[in-house]
């Protein structure tokens, strides 16, 4: 293991719309982050599991299993892990304020960082009016998106055999089309705002699979990205500071054991 693959520890951990129970999951890649990076406190931002997808077809292959237990493990170690459900993972609002596993399932939560700053952590679903008030045009979303992400699989694997590095296809275009960046601000603006009528310093998100950490509309907006596109986390260091961590970008992604033909089909 060199220097720079050595497990690093963190204060405090933020992942979010991993969507266990989709083919289009990058459950590999969250294992592998996972193993060299641990925290004393792990923030589940939402859409964590999938349960739109898994309600119409069962997708649970042995890696995505592989990513509950690693984050269990985590917990029977020391982690505190706590859950704030999003829309896809809905069903699990019905246990607010219980444990199971060691894990804490709250709405929202606010984290205070080591230097004193409160974030409000909120999966920001409900801030979305799609999700909210045309659900029916959200699940359309939801397969059109999944179709991209089909096709993003699959040229994923042909640059994966040519020891080229992850490329999200979908989040490149997402990028590209005008209406999907005005949502993008608007989402930003609306959080940023929400964070400050709380009175906090900043607030932590996921939802729209676009990592970020800026001030562009006056209070601190950080959000985790996604391991569907981005493969994005958010870390606290010990002294207060945050980063948005690029797992793919890092190179590690190329470098794994090339895929079985057993657990590619899978």
């Not at 998106?145 to 040229?155: E, P």
Request: aromatic share 10%; glycine share 8%; proline share 2%.
């Amino acid at each position: 293991m060199s220097a720079e693959q050595a497990p690093r520890h963190y204060r405090t951990l933020f992942l979010s719309d991993i969507h266990l129970g989709t083919r289009g999951c990058q459950a590999e890649l969250l294992l592998d982050f996972l193993r060299y990076n641990d925290a004393e406190t792990i923030y589940l931002v939402g859409d964590i599991v999938d349960g739109w997808r898994l309600r119409r077809m069962w997708h649970w292959p042995q890696l995505h299993n592989d990513v509950v237990q690693k984050l269990l493990r985590k917990g029977r170690k020391g982690a505190r892990i706590v859950y704030t459900p999003g829309n896809h993972d809905e069903f699990l609002r019905d246990f607010l304020g219980t444990h199971f596993g060691g894990i804490e399932v709250v709405d929202e939560t606010i984290h205070e960082t080591a230097d004193g700053r409160r974030y409000l952590v909120i999966h920001g679903d409900r801030f979305d009016v799609v999700v909210r008030h045309a659900k029916w045009l959200a699940y359309l979303g939801d397969w059109a998106y999944v179709s991209a992400l089909n096709l993003n699989t699959g040229l994923n694997m042909v640059r994966r055999r040519l020891g080229l590095t992850y490329w999200s296809l979908s989040a490149w275009a997402k990028l590209k089309v005008k209406n999907a960046v005005n949502f993008i601000g608007k989402f930003e603006e609306t959080l940023a705002q929400e964070a400050e009528r709380q009175g906090v310093d900043g607030v932590i998100c996921g939802h729209i699979h676009h990592a970020a950490d800026h001030t562009d509309y006056g209070t601190h907006y950080i959000n985790t990205g996604d391991w569907v596109e981005s493969c994005t986390a958010v870390a606290e260091h010990h002294d207060g500071t945050f980063e948005v961590i690029h797992w793919a970008k890092r190179g590690e992604w190329a470098r794994l054991p090339k895929p079985s033909t057993a657990r590619a089909a899978a």
